[in-house]
């Protein structure tokens, strides 16, 4: 996943630039990797409550065999969200303080968020034996919240801090340009590599993330979360250059088709499949790539309409179908599969108990409830983080 987003970031970035945008993805993986060792491990992880005051696990002490290669597993998906800003902020930012942000988010940002999500002890966890939110929990099953919702909107908040690159929506005397300057990435090419890397790794994600439930059944089941991880990926393609191309002829008269757009509407399914690619059905992985590569291409607009700089447009694809992904699941999850994968199956996606006569949205809110949470733990963090070094 790591080569993944850094061929798309070096694709998306001028040719003066490369060198400091490769580096950046390099110490991502270096800072997350010793963030998550010293600490972020045991806040993710270690303890038995839902409060954040573990002694367990600090620098991985205690750990058998077993844990040590579920630590390495975890690692990865630590490494993805903290490199997503990567992207986003490339052309700028210190590498000291690029350095400084990866320790913080894989030590203490993305572990809270990861422990009551995932954490058999979080308060959202639909894995928790007694007291489960609602009677359901979040199903969050590989991360569109956790990972992709964390490091999208983290990606916001820090363009926000840093501002635009020069000159791409304001001339040299800060004036507002009547038109945003496009700033081209130099290859395509190393784009195409990338999102075809990150394709393939993705299934690493979604199917590997079976390893945490404990149902006897569940290896059954990695062929139809890769099925659905490769369906949602493929409407997510075709919608985005779809509407494009549409679009673009009625405004133009003139069909063209664009391949970066295409790129991103295939990780937009990969992202919003996330969350529920293994408790819902083929159909509706279709539709949900097909959402996922709408919203990418409204949301991309729209940053460049309120002069947000995302040079890789990480902020729609992961923030915006972070978000939809998870609630996804809260209309489309099937009955049979939350039995089998979770063992319960008294309130399910909102369609099947519309389908039956009735309006139980308790999924729903409990998918809603950890959006929120997540959004509201983030800005309070790098809020209360500002404050201090201001």
Not at 49 to 58: A, K, L, N, Q, V
Not at 200 to 206: P, S
Not at 271 to 298: D, F, P, Q
Not at 305 to 332: E, Q, Y
Request: proline residues 2%.
């Amino acid at each position: 996943m790591q080569a993944g987003f850094a061929m798309i970031a070096a694709g998306c970035v001028r040719t003066n630039n490369i060198q400091n945008t490769l580096l950046k993805n390099l110490l991502d993986a270096c800072g997350a990797a010793l963030g998550f060792y010293t600490v972020g491990y045991a806040f993710a992880w270690g303890g038995s409550t839902d409060r954040f005051d573990s002694t367990e696990s600090f620098f991985m002490m205690g750990l058998d065999f077993a844990e040590l290669s579920f630590w390495l597993f975890q690692l990865a998906f630590c490494s993805a969200s903290a490199t997503i800003v990567a992207g986003t902020l490339a052309e700028r930012c210190q590498m000291g303080a690029y350095l400084g942000y990866s320790l913080m988010l894989a030590g203490f940002v993305y572990p809270v968020i990861v422990h009551q999500i995932w954490s058999p002890s979080g308060f959202l966890t639909a894995q928790r034996e007694t007291d489960v939110l609602w009677g359901v929990g979040m199903v969050d099953f590989a991360g569109s919240t956790v990972v992709h919702l964390t490091g999208g909107m983290t990606a916001l908040i820090a363009t926000k801090i840093l501002g635009p690159r020069a000159g791409r929506f304001y001339d040299l005397r800060g004036r507002v340009l009547d038109t945003p300057k496009d700033f081209p990435g130099h290859s395509l090419a190393l784009q195409m590599l990338g999102v075809f890397i990150l394709w393939f790794g993705w299934y690493g994600f979604n199917t590997g993330s079976i390893i945490r439930l404990t149902n006897d059944l569940r290896y059954t089941y990695v062929s139809k979360i890769a099925i659905n991880t490769t369906l949602a990926a493929a409407s997510g393609t075709v919608t985005t250059l779809f509407i494009h191309t549409v679009v673009q002829e009625r405004l133009t008269g003139e069909v063209t088709y664009n391949l970066q757009y295409a790129m991103n509407g295939c990780l937009s399914g990969l992202v919003a499949i996330t969350a529920g690619c293994s408790v819902i059905e083929s159909w509706a992985s279709i539709i949900i790539g097909i959402v996922a590569g709408g919203l990418y291409l409204v949301f991309s607009r729209q940053l460049v309409k309120c002069r947000i700089d995302d040079a890789v447009d990480a902020i729609p694809v992961h923030m915006i179908n972070g978000i939809w992904g998870t609630f996804s699941v809260g209309l489309f999850a099937s009955p049979n599969l939350l039995e089998i994968l979770y063992g319960r199956s008294d309130h399910v996606g909102w369609f099947y108990s519309l389908s039956k006569g009735s309006a139980d949205a308790t999924l729903l809110a409990c998918q809603v409830v950890g959006i929120i949470f997540t959004a509201g733990k983030l800005f309070n963090h790098y809020f209360t983080c500002s404050l201090t070094f201001v």
